[in-house]
């Protein structure tokens, strides 16, 4: 007796995020209100979060070189302290007042701006403290996944040289685009633009 045969399924298409992407996740940002409070992530600390306050900035670039001015990047990212908020990790030492966690549209010039803290170090793959970092997750028209990837700080070369994510990256001119330069102010900035395709590419995580 024969088994009725099962046919082989194929992978449906993956879609991209649409036009309507500043609409679907940022919709006070266009002007759309009384449908939610505020726009999910848009703040990420109050007066009583603990760290060093800093601004991450920077551009995305398309291939070609404009500004992509539709881009919505999500930030995730230790305290102070080098804890995950909870409930993302149980033995978080953050107080409330810091989320570890932001959403952003781009302006009409490409920028995307974070109002957070330094995040501390944490313990990477191999049991070794990684190099502060943040994690970036990042969506637009014409992309069909979500891209990842991470910003790494220029004033913190020793932890840099020993991240175990970076090292995994063989070329180290490759390793300088996840490297945001300081720049001195009321608030320090840490800028760093975001290229999609192009000689500058981004390094993005296959995750």
Not at 72 to 89: R, T, Y
């Amino acid at each position: 007796m024969k088994l009725h045969p099962v046919p082989v399924l194929k992978e449906s298409p993956s879609q991209t995020a649409g036009p309507y992407v500043h609409i679907g996740m940022t919709p006070n940002f266009c002007g759309i209100t009384g449908v939610i409070d505020a726009d999910p992530g848009i703040s990420m600390l109050t007066a009583d979060a603990e760290g060093e306050r800093i601004i991450i900035t920077g551009r995305v670039i398309d291939g070609a070189g404009a500004p992509v001015n539709d881009a919505v990047l999500e930030l995730w990212q230790a305290d102070s302290k080098g804890s995950f908020v909870a409930p993302m990790a149980p033995n978080s030492k953050s107080v409330p007042a810091f989320t570890g966690w932001g959403r952003q549209p781009t302006q009409p010039d490409g920028t995307y701006r974070f109002e957070t803290i330094k995040p501390g170090r944490v313990d990477g793959p191999d049991g070794k403290p990684m190099a502060p970092h943040v994690s970036l997750w990042i969506v637009a028209r014409g992309i069909n996944i979500g891209l990842q990837t991470r910003l790494y700080f220029a004033d913190e070369a020793e932890a840099n040289a020993a991240d175990f994510v970076l090292n995994k990256i063989m070329d180290p001119r490759r390793r300088e685009t996840l490297i945001a330069r300081r720049e001195e102010g009321p608030v320090p900035r840490y800028v760093l633009d975001i290229h999609l395709q192009g000689e500058r590419e981004t390094v993005f995580f296959d995750i």
